[in-house]
């Protein structure tokens, strides 16, 4: 018992282990929050850097697509629909599990990781 | 087994949606004033028919869906697969890989247990401990960032090897997190093992005597920690535990004495945090080069194994005990049939031993001491023809009753 409130003592004198929240407080007005940061009144902290072989969402240059329908063949959340008439791929961000399978096996490199994450929306496609 | 109620005894029922559990199970138990006389409990209440899903996708798609069936031990069943499929299809798995796949293997260990004791700090009612324990998983989770850039599921292992690789960059990382594990184990030492209270709290409870474990077939950390010394890694050495000569770690190794309660299953999950340390050290300094995997199209190696007949099985050591995966392969695209054994369906049934003659107010920590994961092993659901249980065609015999009965009286 002793031993943990030793511990916990020098946490006290730590900084906190979780990455900090862009502003330390919830403001009240979000907007006038951006106002002054934009103004150079407020500092943000600044986003904590995605590891170096994160997998976000899967950018798609519809140009260099063939059509082969390889990705359709591996992947695991059908998240990779096809296109008949333009012969052509389509994804869906809302079904895809970020496993990357699609862009390894793509021939031509028509399928990247990107970082982003921020992918919640309203709207589905 | 049913629950005979007799005068002087009252059934209380635990679950399936209960603060306690984490996750659903329906425990119920008969008591008498505090003590619990006899305990029953039903499975089965989140079925994913994962195995169904299974048999209508190629090995390549089921890797992600093994790795759904448990969230903590993801790598195990993935891995588990992969060496049926191996197995049968006769792929060997380069070194390297071998060495990558143990090192994913044994920091999910570390995370699970501090995870787990975390949990069983917080069924305590010790949150700080808790919220130390889980401050301290951080650091193991940074690393499985380095490998796959994910913190939890990996998506790493693939048939005949690895994705992803441990560059020697990342190498300084591991052994930092290695020698922060040791540091860090001897603080978790002292909160877990020598405080009084934790002690009088899990000492000589839950007991699993050893002949108990046995008939039961609990397996990993409650079969160690009534020691029973079974291990996969130390029985059946797989991946780059032949190397290693890994011993199984039973409690007397620390305490000089063997119990089965709570306390020495807090004491196993300990010793291997820094056992797993010392095997990633191992790893890292060990490691062999060339080649990751062993056909890098995946396209070519779904070919190869749409040619391939047989059956196997992949065993494997996950933090909770041993994963069993069987698979049959009929030369289609689709597995013909693939079974899961997950470690926690072997270690329900030693509740029953643990939770008899205990009071109400000990069933959270026995509950976890197995560090149960529910949905894991849920393979099938039981629809009972019972008499009480009215389905939609009775209910609606019923109403039609009814409605006869009322007509006839208005007549």
């Known amino acids: ?71 359709i063949k591996v992947c695991p959340a059908a998240a990779v629909v096809f296109q008949e008439k333009e012969r052509k791929i389509k994804y869906i961000c809302s079904r895809c599990t970020f496993c990357a399978q699609c862009v390894d096996v793509c021939p031509v490199n028509a399928l990247t990781l990107s970082n982003e994450f921020l992918i919640a929306d309203y709207k589905r496609d | ?27 119920n138990c008969l008591i008498a004033g505090e003590k619990i006389k006899s305990v029953d409990f039903e499975l089965s209440q989140a079925h994913r028919g994962i195995e169904w899903i299974a048999t209508r996708r190629n090995p390549i798609q089921i890797l992600y869906l093994a790795e759904r069936i448990c969230g903590i031990c993801n790598i195990c069943h993935t891995i588990s697969f992969c060496t049926a499929v191996e197995k049968i299809a006769g792929i060997e798995v380069p070194a390297r890989a071998q060495y990558v796949r143990t090192m994913g293997a044994e920091l999910e260990r570390i995370h699970s247990h501090l995870l787990w004791a975390g949990v069983a700090a917080h069924e ?25 850039g994910n913190r939890i599921t990996k998506g790493i292992p693939t048939i005949g090897g690895v994705r992803r690789d441990f560059e020697e960059k990342n190498h300084a990382k591991i052994i930092e997190a290695v ?101 990633l050290e191992f790893c890292v300094k060990n490691m062999p080069g060339g080649k990751i995997v062993y056909e890098e199209k995946p396209i070519k190696l779904l070919a190869q194994l749409k040619g391939v007949h047989g059956e196997a099985t992949g065993r494997l050591e996950a933090p909770r005990g041993e994963v069993f995966h069987y698979v049959k392969l009929v030369g ?7 079974k899961v054994k997950p470690p926690t369906y072997s270690n329900l049934l030693p509740w029953i031993p643990m939770l008899e003659g205990e009071q109400v ?32 065609d009775m209910l609606h015999r019923l109403s039609v009753e009814k409605t006869e009965n009322i007509r006839g009286q208005l007549a």
């Open chain 2, 124 to 148: 305590l009612g010790f949150d700080s401990a808790m919220h130390y324990t889980w401050k301290a998983r951080e650091k193991v989770l940074d690393v499985i960032e380095l490998l796959s």
């Open chain 1, 1 to 71: 018992m002793f031993e943990m409130a030793k511990e916990l003592l020098r946490q006290l004198f730590k900084k906190p282990a979780t990455n900090e929240f862009p502003a330390k407080h919830a403001p009240k007005s979000v907007l006038k929050l951006l106002e002054k940061v934009s103004k150079g009144k407020a500092r943000l902290n600044p986003p904590i850097p995605v590891p170096e072989k994160f997998r976000g969402k899967i950018d798609y240059d519809r140009n260099k697509c063939i059509g082969c329908k390889l990705c």
């Open chain 2, 1 to 27: 087994m049913r629950l005979s109620r007799d005068k002087n005894s009252f059934k209380i029922s635990v679950g399936p949606v209960h603060p306690a559990l984490k996750e659903p199970i329906q425990l």
């Open chain 2, 332 to 338: 289609e695209e689709s597995p013909y049939s693939w």
């Open chain 2, 179 to 279: 020698e922060y594990y040791r540091s860090v184990f001897g603080k978790l030492k002292a909160i877990f093992l020598d405080d009084p209270v934790i002690k009088s709290r899990t000492k000589d409870i839950g007991v699993l005597t050893k002949k108990d474990a046995l008939t039961l077939c609990a397996v990993g950390p409650t079969a160690r920690a009534s020691g029973i010394a079974r291990d996969v890694r130390q029985d059946e050495p797989y991946a780059a535990y032949p190397d290693f000569g890994l011993k199984a770690i039973t409690p007397d190794q620390l305490t000089g004495e063997i119990k089965g309660d709570v306390f020495d299953r807090i004491v196993v999950r300990l010793l291997e945090v820094a056992q797993s340390a010392d095997i």
């Open chain 2, 361 to 392: 107010a000990d069933i959270p920590i026995i509950a976890a001491s197995i560090d149960p994961c529910m949905s894991c092993c849920n393979r099938a659901v039981v629809a009972e023809n019972n008499e009480n249980v009215l389905n939609h």
